[in-house]
């Protein structure tokens, strides 16, 4: 079993409450409080989790800055009061960070007894099949 320690913990608590956060404000039609505090948990849960420097190191590399610019420029657009626009550029961002995760994530869920046969289903495992795929890893 994984040791966490008290800090990652408390990280893990704060990326929880910060999703829970950020998809109740969409539930709610994009409630831009809720939005908002949610992003500034899950971003502060974030660092907590794997440490400030290691943060630092995964949003600011070279080939990640449009990536990281679309994220953060989401939070802010967010915070200042333009919550529809804030997500689109944040899913936006979500996804180039993230994409050199998706063929790892797209392979386990394969594996789960249920949701690989719903993965396997004719409309959807073309989809699943092109964000599986991997160009590059990260």
Not at 27 to 56: C, M, P, Q, S, W
Not at 78 to 85: A, E, S
Request: hydrophobic residues 60%.
């Amino acid at each position: 079993m994984i040791s966490l320690t008290d800090t990652q913990k408390i990280g893990m608590g704060l990326t929880g409450f910060g999703v829970f956060f950020l998809f109740f404000g969409m539930i709610l039609f994009f409630d831009k409080a809720l939005l908002a505090i949610g992003n500034v948990l899950f971003v502060a849960g974030l660092a907590f989790v794997i440490g400030l420097e290691r943060t630092f190191r995964f949003f600011f590399q070279k080939h990640k800055m449009k990536a990281t610019g679309f994220f953060l420029g989401g939070v802010f657009v967010v915070l200042i009061g333009w919550p529809l626009i804030g997500m689109i550029f944040e899913i936006y961002g979500f996804f180039l960070l993230f994409r050199g995760f998706f063929p790892v994530v797209v392979g386990f869920i394969r594996r789960v007894p249920v949701l690989g046969s719903l993965l396997n289903l004719p409309g959807i495992r073309s989809f699943v099949d092109k964000v599986g795929e991997s160009n590059n890893m990260v």
